[in-house]
Structure formats: structure tokens, C-alpha cells
């Protein structure tokens, strides 16, 4: 497994890798026409190319041999809290490993990533991370590194709004 820093030429491939992650995790919560305008919306190379090359965005995809299998992007809290503030804490915004990669410890490696990122970028600032309230295994994984549940909201996909869990991690 080799973990790489997100790079113009990458944006092709983290597209796709991208669309197909949450295809294999999310597909089937929603009408196909939801599901296709939130991957073009979200995953479009040129939404990417504009998040890549913003310099407060952390980006690192993983490759086993010539595969895409893992994409982490971490950045400024973006969620809808009254503690979070952009200006001195992040957020963990997207962790994704393709299914077939699954259950071989790459998800808790590339948290260790993001959260020595968000560390090492924001001190001893609370952390954030927003997580779909029916995704359990995540929210396992999450829980097991010291982040609570300290609020709720909806997240946009389509028209189909998802309650979502705000997680925050406080050093």
C-alpha cells in the first residue's frame, strides 16, 4: 500500500474512486437521479481540482499495486455546530476504502493519518467529523478514537436530505 499525496494527475482516478466508494456504501438509499446529481455535484474532476488545490485541504489517496483503493480529505470544520469554527479547528470530511479493501485495518491506518494532520495543523482544537446516522461501522471506528456525538443535522444528496451525526473530538 503506498499513501500519496493528492496531485493534479491524481484527479482522474480519485474521481472515479471517489463515485464508486460512495456508490458501494450509499447507493442504495437513494433514487438514481439523487444519487447521479450528488456525484456530479461532488465529484466532477473539476469540483476536485478546485479542493486540491486549496492549501488548507488535506488530500492523500492510497494505491495497492496500480489500484486506487482509499482516499482520505481532511480541512477547516465546515458543519453546522455552534462550537465549530473554521478559523482554528478541522474536520475530517471524507474517508473512503473501496469494500473489496475493507476489514484489513486501511480505514484505522488512514485515520491515524488524518488525525496527525489535524494535530499537527490545529493543536489542541476540538476536532470534527460528520457521519450518516446508519453507518455504525464508522461511527465504531470513530468513537474508538476518543470522538463523541454532539449534534445533528441533514446532509443534502439530491433531494433526499440524510440525518447525519456531528462527532467532535476534544484534546
Keep these: 500500500m503506498r499513501i500519496l499525496p493528492v496531485e493534479p494527475a ?3 482516478v480519485l ?3 471517489a463515485m464508486d466508494t460512495f456508490s458501494e456504501t450509499f447507493a442504495h438509499l437513494y433514487p438514481p437521479e439523487d444519487l447521479t446529481a450528488f456525484l456530479e455535484k461532488s465529484y466532477a ?3 476536485l481540482a478546485v479542493e486540491i488545490a486549496d492549501t488548507a485541504q488535506f488530500w492523500r489517496i492510497v494505491y495497492e499495486g496500480d489500484e486506487a483503493v482509499a482516499y ?9 455546530h455552534a462550537e465549530a469554527d473554521p478559523t482554528r479547528m478541522g474536520e475530517l470530511k471524507r474517508l473512503y476504502v473501496r469494500g473489496s479493501q475493507q476489514g484489513k ?19 489542541q482544537a476540538p476536532q470534527w467529523i460528520g457521519v450518516w446516522s446508519e453507518n455504525h461501522k464508522a461511527q465504531a471506528l470513530y468513537l474508538s478514537q476518543g470522538f463523541e456525538k454532539v449534534g445533528e443535522y441533514q446532509f443534502p444528496v439530491g433531494q433526499t436530505l440524510d440525518d447525519e451525526f456531528i462527532l467532535c473530538r476534544r484534546l
Excluded: N
Excluded at 485495518?105 to 495543523?121: F, N, P, S
Design 45 to 47: 474532476p473539476e469540483k
Design 105 to 123: 485495518g486501511l480505514g484505522k491506518m488512514l485515520m491515524a493519518v488524518a488525525l496527525g494532520w489535524l494535530d499537527e495543523t490545529y493543536g
Design 72 to 80: 482520505l480529505q481532511c480541512g477547516p470544520v465546515g458543519l453546522p
Design 15 to 17: 474521481s472515479q474512486l
Design 10 to 12: 491524481h484527479i482522474p
